[in-house]
């Protein structure tokens, strides 16, 4: 069984930044997608960033259009661990964020395709203010 623990978070101001881990332990597939999502208060759940992580060919990243030249997904694969590092944080991304993977899938078919990721962390907050 698959686990994810998250860690970093906060609260900044406008124009900050933040970075997030998320460590997968358990057994999982020789490659996977693995990544974020955030859900505001009232909102949807939406993507963020997601990684193939374990696949031997080139890194590839995908990215929601609202974090595009701000966020950057980093993967370290022997340990299962990506990171999310936000930067030029806006009040909009306020939200509580959650690691999640798609087992033996690759993000160009898994992401950002919510019913295709299992399991899912706790999530984190993050608040940003103005």
């Known amino acids: 069984q698959v686990q994810l623990v998250e860690s970093g978070g906060g609260s900044v101001q406008s124009g900050g930044s933040l970075r997030l881990s998320c460590a997968a332990s358990?057994?999982?597939?020789?490659?996977?997608?693995m990544g974020w999502f955030r859900q505001a208060p009232g909102k949807a759940r939406e993507g963020v960033a997601a990684?193939?992580?374990?696949?031997?060919?080139?890194?590839?990243?995908y990215y929601g259009d609202s974090v595009k030249g701000r966020f950057t997904i980093s993967q370290a694969t022997a340990q299962n661990t990506v990171y999310l590092q936000m930067d030029s944080l806006k009040p909009e991304d306020t939200a509580m964020y959650y690691c999640?993977?798609?087992?033996?899938?690759?993000?160009?078919?898994?992401?950002?395709?919510?019913?295709?990721?299992?399991?899912w962390g706790q999530g984190t907050q993050v608040t940003i203010s103005s």
């Open positions: 358990g057994v999982m597939h020789s490659y996977n997608c």
């Open positions: 990684t193939t992580i374990g696949d031997d060919g080139d890194v590839q990243r």
């Open positions: 999640t993977v798609a087992i033996g899938r690759t993000c160009t078919v898994a992401f950002p395709l919510i019913y295709l990721f299992e399991p």
